[in-house]
């Protein structure tokens, strides 16, 4: 596809259940970021992913919450154990380049955990 | 705590009128820019101005840029229903992240 692609578009779980939440970037980015959004907030960091270079994985707010990307697309967060407080939208992003420069948004997962 | 931040937190004003959205930041920056986000989308990228740049235009928007207040500020002329919409800045601080404010809420009424 031509843009950011993220699945599912919503996912509803029971507290205590693990949950992963997949991002294709944009073919050929080597850049690939994942945020969270609250209701009615602001973009909260989580990971970075840069071609083969280690990621940073400074945002993530607790070990519980795991991300890898494979081959250098394909990007899959996960949510194990998931709390009340995990409830939020999940935003991908990928950007062609080395710096923060623009970044291309995908639809973002919607996570419900009851 | 946020590198940037908008206000006003919400903004409501009639079609046809300008809106202006502030963005403040905290440390210096490679570069600032801002997004756009539909009810329930995802971000889309409206406008990069780097730190050697004062201001900056595409179409309807107009950015500018104050290294030394920290501050950037987003115009829209002849603002349009459509232009109903979050605003964020974001930031280049140079962590190889971008680190977006809380948003401004534009609501354009008809």
């Known amino acids: 596809g031509a843009g950011v692609s993220q699945s599912p578009s919503n996912k509803v779980t029971e507290k205590g259940k693990d949950v992963e939440l997949r991002c294709d970037p944009i073919s050929g980015h080597t850049a690939l970021y994942w945020y969270r959004q609250s209701l009615g907030q602001g973009l909260e960091f989580l990971i970075y992913f840069q071609g083969n270079s280690a990621p940073d994985k400074s945002g993530l707010p607790s070990d519980r919450f795991s991300a890898e990307r494979t081959g250098g697309s394909v990007s899959t967060l996960t949510i194990q154990r998931t709390q009340q407080e995990d409830s939020a939208v999940y935003l991908c992003a990928s950007s062609p380049t080395t710096r923060p420069g623009k970044l291309f948004f995908g639809e973002g997962s919607r996570l419900t955990v009851l | 705590s946020q590198q940037g931040e908008e206000d006003p937190q919400a903004l409501s004003i009639q079609e046809g009128e300008n809106a202006t959205m502030n963005c403040s930041y905290k440390t210096s920056i490679n570069n600032l820019q801002w997004y756009r986000q539909n009810s329930g989308r995802g971000l889309v990228h409206l406008i990069l101005i780097r730190s050697n740049e004062r201001e900056k235009h595409s179409g309807r928007l107009r950015v500018t840029l104050d290294t030394s207040k920290k501050s950037s500020s987003l115009l829209i002329t002849a603002s349009r229903a459509a232009d109903t919409a979050s605003y964020f800045c974001?930031?280049?601080?140079?962590?190889?992240?971008?680190?977006f404010g809380q948003g401004t809420r534009l609501t354009i009424n008809p």
């Open positions: 974001a930031t280049d601080a140079g962590a190889q992240k971008l680190v």
